[in-house]
């Protein structure tokens, strides 16, 4: 019995019985475990690609094939599944963040660290929330991507995280442990931070891609979510144009408030008017606003850089005083 005795049509008819009986169902009747690496995709839709040719083995030849008696993978059932006209896609699994960890500790804080059931509302909001705002894009996400078993495991791995537990530790990262001490050091600031994220994943577009072209660590300050948010509200052209025309108005050069440096001095006509905007208050600090000029502060882009470089940004004033200290 080999995977080559599979044919196309049992594969379609495997795919039909999965989606008669539902994932977990059909995992359970035919023994499989959850694909960790490969999902068949069909009709716009994940399938776990090892259970589905096992069971359409049993549907080719009449004999089933146990998880044990093939290997899953790019070297068995990816490529006949390929040969036979399927998609098979590789989806690694998504990290947890520490944005995503700091919303999973919210919960459990107030419940004394220990994790919520996956049926809890809390934890089915917080799934959906993931789901359909992430740093991930959907192409990124396989089929257990932040569900409310998965928001369960990780409240586990932060859990047994805590210095006071004494069973036996999941396998989770080091972030988890990271960012629960925070919390047992800071809870009120981590609360105020955790309550500004979600804020910030509603405020955002369902999968919409975030580059960032200023800062290199994604993780800076706040965390991915609202560094991101805060990096929006800086480049939003109405504003930026706004601060530059009240700047002018006052009769002062449109120069970096930290270093003085002056675009127009150095490049002549070309750098007339550039240069970047800062907001002075980060997200988690002054929560979802309205934003005014006096917010913001026109900054050259090297000490726009200095100042999102550290895990805790540096005020204007901070980045002013250690310029001006080596000069």
Same mark, same amino acid.
């Given at each position: 019995?080999?995977?080559?005795?599979?044919?196309?049509?049992?594969?379609?008819?495997?795919?039909?019985?999965?989606?008669?009986?539902?994932?977990?169902?059909?995992?359970?009747?035919?023994?499989?475990?959850?694909?960790?690496?490969?999902?068949?995709?069909?009709?716009?839709?994940?399938?776990?690609?090892?259970?589905?040719?096992?069971?359409?083995?049993?549907?080719?030849?009449?004999?089933?094939?146990?998880?044990?008696?093939?290997?899953?993978?790019?070297?068995?059932?990816?490529?006949?599944?390929?040969?036979?006209?399927?998609?098979?896609?590789?989806?690694?699994?998504?990290?947890?963040?520490?944005?995503?960890?700091?919303?999973?500790?919210?919960?459990?804080?107030?419940?004394?660290?220990? +994790?919520?059931?996956?049926?809890?509302?809390?934890?089915?909001?917080?799934?959906?929330?993931?789901?359909?705002?992430?740093?991930?894009?959907?192409?990124?996400?396989?089929?257990?991507?932040?569900?409310?078993?998965?928001?369960?495991?990780?409240?586990?791995?932060?859990?047994?995280?805590?210095? #006071?537990?004494?069973?036996?530790?999941?396998?989770?990262?080091?972030?988890?442990?990271?960012?629960?001490?925070?919390?047992?050091?800071?809870?009120?600031?981590?609360?105020?931070?955790?309550?500004?994220?979600?804020?910030?994943?509603?405020?955002?577009?369902?999968?919409?891609?975030?580059?960032?072209?200023?800062?290199?660590? +994604?993780?800076?300050?706040?965390?991915?979510?609202?560094?991101?948010?805060?990096?929006?509200?800086?480049?939003?052209?109405?504003?930026?144009?706004?601060?530059?025309?009240?700047?002018?108005?006052?009769?002062?050069?449109?120069?970096?408030?930290?270093?003085?440096?002056?675009?127009?001095?150095?490049?002549?006509?070309?750098?007339?008017?550039?240069? #970047?905007?800062?907001?002075?208050?980060?997200?988690?600090?002054?929560? +979802?606003?309205?934003?005014?000029?006096?917010?913001?502060?026109?900054?050259?882009?090297?000490?726009?850089?200095?100042?999102?470089?550290?895990?805790?940004?540096?005020?204007?004033?901070?980045?002013?005083?250690?310029?001006?200290?080596?000069?």
């Amino acid at each position: 019995m080999t995977l080559a005795d599979i044919t196309a049509p049992a594969v379609h008819s495997a795919i039909a019985e999965f989606d008669r009986l539902g994932r977990d169902e059909f995992l359970r009747m035919t023994g499989f475990a959850r694909s960790r690496l490969y999902y068949l995709e069909h009709g716009g839709r994940l399938y776990d690609s090892k259970a589905v040719v096992g069971h359409a083995h049993q549907i080719s030849t009449g004999s089933a094939l146990a998880a044990g008696n093939f290997s899953g993978g790019e070297r068995t059932v990816l490529p006949r599944l390929e040969a036979l006209g399927f998609t098979v896609r590789y989806i690694p699994r998504q990290d947890w963040t520490r944005d995503e960890i700091i919303l999973a500790s919210a919960l459990i804080e107030p419940n004394g660290w220990r +994790p919520l059931d996956r049926i809890h509302p809390e934890v089915i909001e917080l799934s959906k929330l993931l789901q359909g705002r992430s740093l991930y894009l959907l192409d990124q996400r396989g089929p257990d991507f932040r569900t409310p078993s998965s928001v369960h495991r990780k409240m586990a791995d932060i859990a047994t995280s805590h210095p #006071e537990y004494t069973g036996r530790a999941t396998n989770g990262n080091r972030i988890d442990r990271q960012v629960l001490l925070d919390f047992l050091d800071q809870p009120a600031e981590m609360h105020a931070r955790a309550r500004a994220i979600r804020a910030a994943l509603w405020a955002e577009d369902p999968g919409e891609p975030l580059p960032d072209a200023d800062v290199d660590d +994604p993780t800076a300050n706040e965390g991915g979510v609202l560094l991101r948010q805060h990096l929006r509200r800086e480049r939003d052209p109405r504003m930026r144009k706004a601060k530059i025309a009240q700047i002018k108005r006052a009769g002062l050069a449109v120069a970096c408030e930290v270093c003085d440096f002056d675009f127009s001095k150095t490049y002549g006509p070309h750098g007339a008017d550039y240069i #970047e905007c800062h907001h002075r208050t980060p997200l988690h600090v002054s929560g +979802p606003t309205k934003t005014r000029l006096q917010d913001l502060a026109l900054l050259c882009s090297n000490c726009h850089r200095m100042i999102h470089r550290a895990k805790s940004w540096l005020t204007v004033d901070e980045l002013h005083g250690i310029v001006a200290a080596r000069r």
